[in-house]
Each structure stands twice: as C-alpha cells, then as structure tokens.
C-alpha cells in the first residue's frame, strides 16, 4: 500500500507540474490563495520524506499525507482535477487508520498511560468544575438565582432549569487521550452492561476525530432526591466525531440514551453524528 500511495503522490506532483506551467491554468485560483508553487513545494516534500534514501518508508509521513490530500480533494479538486485523488484519499486513509491510533498506545494499558500522560490537568480541570457545581448548588439551596427570562422559554420543557456551562477548547491529542480515559478508565461497574457496550462499538467504529469533534459532560441535579443520596446527581456522557469530509459520509449512527425522566416515558435517542454546539 506504501508503494501505491508513492505511485500517486508522483503521478499527483506531476499533474501540479502541468497545471502550473499550462498558460490556460497557471492563473486559476487555489483555495485561499494558495499559488500553484506553493502546492507544489508541499507535495513534493512529502514525496521527498514518505520514501528515504534506504527505500524505507517513513509511516510518521502518513498523517500528512492523508490531511494534505483531504485538504486538496475537498478544496482545490475542481481546479486541480486529478483524476486518482480520490483513489489517494482512501489509501491514505486506511493507512492513517492504522497509524495515527498506535500514536496513542496499542493495548489499554498503554493507551491508559499515554492518555494520562497528556490530558490529566484536563480531567483535574473537568472534575473541579463538576464538583464546584455540586457544591454552589448545596451552599444556594433556597437562594434566588436568575433563571431563563419567561419571554424566551416558549417550547422549553423545563423554563425553571438553572444551568452552568463550561467550554473547554482543545487538541485533537486531548480529545483522542479523554476518550481513551473514558473508555478504559473503569467507569462501568458492569462490564456486560448493554448501554455502554453500544456505545463502546460506536466509538471503536469511528475512524477519525474531525473539525469541531466535542464530548459533551452534562451533569445533572435532581432536586426531590436527597442531597446525600447517589440519585441526587447524575452524569451523561455525548460524543460526536465532528464534520464528514466530502469522501466518507456515511458514519455509523451513534446510539444516545437518556434516563427516564420524572415527567416524561422512557425514550431512547438515535443521535446521528454532526457538528453542533455543546450545551
């Protein structure tokens, strides 16, 4: 597959070559600006690096292959027009589906310890806001807190809700690292439970972590519950992988599942996966 991906990334550098000198497409535009030898210097380093001296191929190459050639496929394939693109895009992309998650370890053990490694200071930072929430609701038991305004809560079910939110902007490598802590940290008790396996096959079926991919922590407090009780609060974990690029749209649907409510059936959601902002 190595080899077949070098043919490409030749055949692409010389289609680059083509449309850069021919005088009818030398002047077309590239996305954001970018000029015909601009593409061609990227390409053609990464020709260079992916094959070495020793004819060994440098696989840490793959990543960039595949984002460069994604890049090119979505962007600049109506002025490139490069017949084999998308033949590149899926080489490049069962080979980066191999590659990129032994970046992050290969058994649970080691990708415990390398999630660890890089995301603890956001899990302390998560698990301080969910227990500051839990405390601030304690110590304003009773106390007036400004709620959604009545003209705004037509079609919201619960217009009395008080919520706090908290945005954490951050890297692929902590999205991939939190997910590995929740998946083999040990949350579940249960290792038959049925909920959570669905959602465990829905996150080994996702191959890559796109623009605006989110995990969405909502914490919830159910006020008739004793407050040291365990029902008092609990947790619901979501996930998306982000945008689908122009190729592979066809995601698998990512089964939610919310608890039943005091006012409503039980109900469960089939939450198909698409950027959005987290509550």
Known sequence: MCEHVNALIKKLNERIKIRKEDQKTKELPLYHGESWELMQRRW?????????????????????????????????????????????????????????????????QEKMAIGQGICTPLLKKIRADLQRNIEESEENAGESINRLNPIYSHGVSSPSRHVRTRLYFTSESHIHSLLTVLRFGGLIDNPKDEQWNRAMDYIGAVSELNYLSQIVIMLYEDPTKDPSSDSRFHVELHFSPGVNCCVHKNLPPGPGFRPKSRNEPEKFHVCIPRPSIAP
């Open 44 to 108: 053609a380093k990464l020709e260079k690096d992916f094959r070495t001296k020793n004819t060994k191929f440098d696989i840490s190459k793959i990543p960039d292959i595949y984002d460069c050639i994604k890049y090119d496929l979505q962007h600049n394939n109506h002025t490139l027009q490069f017949e084999h693109a998308e033949e590149l895009y899926k080489c490049a992309k069962y080979l980066a589906d191999v590659v990129i998650p032994q970046e992050y370890g290969m058994t649970p």
